[in-house]
């Protein structure tokens, strides 16, 4: 008996493409353009939210995380700092792992609250990791430290899940639920 079925093979594909596509393509050009690295964190982590709630199962960020970074390092090769967010999606599995999948999405409140804290500590810790290993001295002292580098991203986590949970909550309210899944 596999882990993850065909139906959840494909979800981890689709969610993974989607993710290294558009942060390798648009992330990019809205930091070039406002000099914030926000919408890295909000695809990521809006992504992974709803990756979570389709799959529930332990692994499944983790999946789509390293897969999109082969997607990521396909379309932009110099782009080592998406390492943070591979390192990231092991957290935001972990975390909601460890909280309980059934437990996440089980009344709307509830959910909100634990995937926007989940996606809030992912993002700071892609922020801690970019910061201290893949940034300049120079380009940091602009930013204010490391610090201010993971509060930045965490910013964008609080988009992320406060976007991520809106999509679960929509899907929900028009009964698309992984099949299995009663309420």
Do not use: Q
Not at 104 to 129: E, P, Y
Not at 172 to 177: C, F, Q
Request: glycine fraction near 10%; include cysteine; proline fraction near 2%.
């Amino acid at each position: 008996m596999t882990y993850f079925d065909k139906r959840e093979v494909a979800a981890i594909a689709l969610f993974s493409a989607f993710w290294g596509v558009s942060g390798s393509i648009f992330a990019p050009i809205v930091f070039r353009v406002f000099g914030l690295p926000i919408l890295c964190d909000v695809i990521g982590f809006a992504t992974l939210t709803v990756a979570v709630w389709w799959i529930r199962k332990f692994g499944a960020a983790i999946s789509v995380g390293l897969i999109a970074t082969v997607i990521n390092f396909m379309f932009n090769p110099t782009g080592f700092h998406f390492l943070g967010f591979t390192a990231a999606s092991i957290v935001f599995d972990i975390m909601a792992k460890l909280i309980g999948y059934d437990r996440c999405f089980r009344n709307k409140l509830f959910a909100r609250f634990s995937m926007l804290s989940v996606s809030v500590l992912s993002a700071a810790v892609a922020g801690l990791i970019i910061g201290t290993f893949f940034m300049t001295g120079p380009a940091l002292a602009i930013w204010g430290g490391v610090i201010a580098w993971a509060t930045l991203h965490a910013i964008g986590g609080v988009i992320a899940g406060l976007i991520g949970t809106a999509l679960i909550i929509a899907l929900d309210i028009r009964r698309v639920r992984k099949m299995g899944v009663k309420r």
